[in-house]
């Protein structure tokens, strides 16, 4: 049982169309982060939420913190094909050191022209 | 250079060989991670070095042994590895308290063991 649970696994989608990734926990998190990883790359951090039900907006993306601090979600407006690639939540398990990050398994996302 | 740098990018060994990952950071931070990311698994925090000590050991077997001269090089000296230790190796620097700012990662080590 992954400690940081995401799904979907996989989404393919067409340019355009909206889409909401999810990560989930049994667990409360200090803060949860995001990263996008693209094919032969490292992950790349996205954002960090710290507030319980806390909202930030990057552009196209909204990512929210659950109010319990135990889930977050991902959506992204009109996507395009840049928004290709393998979507990480990560955060600090249980009282651990804030850069003992652990990772859920993973969204890949495809975006279609 | 900056960001995080790792050589080789690609490596193919034998069980009975021995090898090293070098991993260096131009960004000023003081942490360093290995990380192992596998087909079919999360990625998997190994080490953490804070201020070239070692903070953390995820019960890594002792086939992987790491090193941390100075806060700006990280090393994974490998040795009498196994089939299954095949997967891309990531390293990743930060400030000790990771905080809003993150981790920053190097494009990885895809390592095969035949």
């Known amino acids: 049982t992954q400690l940081l649970e995401q799904s979907p696994q996989f989404l393919s989608i067409q340019e355009g169309e909206n889409l909401t990734v999810y990560c989930n926990s049994s667990s409360v998190f200090s803060s949860l982060q995001w990263y996008r990883q693209e094919p032969g790359e490292g992950p790349v951090l996205l954002v960090t939420?710290?507030?319980?039900?806390e909202v930030k907006k990057l552009k196209r993306l909204t990512f929210q913190f659950g109010d319990a601090r135990k889930d977050s979600s991902l959506h992204i407006t009109a996507a395009q094909p840049g928004d290709t690639g393998l979507y990480l939540c990560a955060g600090p398990f249980q009282g651990a050191a804030g850069n003992k990050l652990t990772f859920g398994g993973g969204t890949r996302v495809l975006v279609k022209p | 250079e900056t960001g995080v740098t790792q050589t080789p990018r690609h490596l193919v060994m034998g069980m009975t060989n021995k090898k090293s990952l070098k991993c260096e950071q131009h960004?000023?931070?003081?942490?360093m991670y290995w990380y192992k990311q596998s087909a079919k698994k999360p990625l998997e925090l190994m080490f953490v070095?804070?201020?070239?000590?070692?903070?953390e050991n995820n019960s890594v077997p002792s086939r992987f042994s790491p090193e941390c001269p100075n806060s700006s090089h990280l090393f994974l000296h490998l040795h009498t590895l196994q089939p299954e230790d095949s997967a891309l190796y990531l390293c990743a620097s930060s400030h000790p308290g990771n905080g809003g700012e993150g981790q920053f990662f190097g494009p990885g080590t895809r390592l095969t063991v035949l």
């Open positions: 070095y804070n201020f070239k000590e070692q903070t």
């Open positions: 960004l000023g931070h003081n942490a």
């Open positions: 939420v710290v507030t319980g039900g």
